[in-house]
C-alpha cells in the first residue's frame, strides 16, 4: 500500500467496508479496544519462543514478513476503526501523547536509558 495514503482515507475505507458488511454492530468500543487486544497477540504470538537472532533472520524471509504485515495492518485497522467510530483524531491524539512522553522522558534523563519515568 502507497505510504501517501491518509489516516483519513484509511478511515473512509475501513468505514465503507465495515457498513457494506453490516458491521457497526460488533463494534462498540469494547470489542474494538479487545480487537486491537487480540491482533497485537497474534502479533506477539509469531515471535513466541523465537530468539531476537531467530526473529531477525526470519524476518527477512518474505513469508514470514507478510505474516508480521498482517497482523499489524490487522491492529491498526482496529486503532483506525476505534478512532472512526468515536471521533478521535489520531493525529492530533498521538501528536499530545508524543509531547506528554517528552516531558516523562526528557532527552538529559532518558537518553540511552530503558528505565520507566517513575523509576
Ligand atoms: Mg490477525
Known amino acids: ?18 457498513s457494506e458488511r ?9 470489542d ?32 514470514f514478513k507478510n505474516k508480521v504485515q498482517h497482523e499489524l495492518a490487522d491492529v491498526f485497522f482496529f486503532v483506525l476503526r476505534f478512532a472512526q467510530k468515536n471521533n478521535i483524531d489520531l493525529s492530533k491524539a498521538v501528536d499530545a501523547k508524543m509531547k506528554l512522553n517528552a516531558e516523562k522522558y526528557p532527552v538529559e534523563t532518558a537518553k540511552g536509558s530503558n528505565k520507566k519515568y517513575n523509576e
Open 1 to 18: 500500500m502507497d505510504s501517501t495514503i491518509t489516516l483519513q482515507q484509511l478511515k473512509n475505507q475501513i468505514e465503507k467496508f465495515c
Open 22 to 30: 453490516d458491521w457497526d454492530q460488533f463494534h462498540p468500543p469494547k
Open 32 to 63: 474494538l479496544a479487545i480487537g486491537i487486544s487480540t491482533e497485537a497477540n497474534e502479533l506477539l504470538d509469531l515471535f513466541r519462543f523465537k530468539t531476537d537472532l531467530e526473529i531477525e533472520k526470519k524476518l527477512t524471509t518474505e513469508e
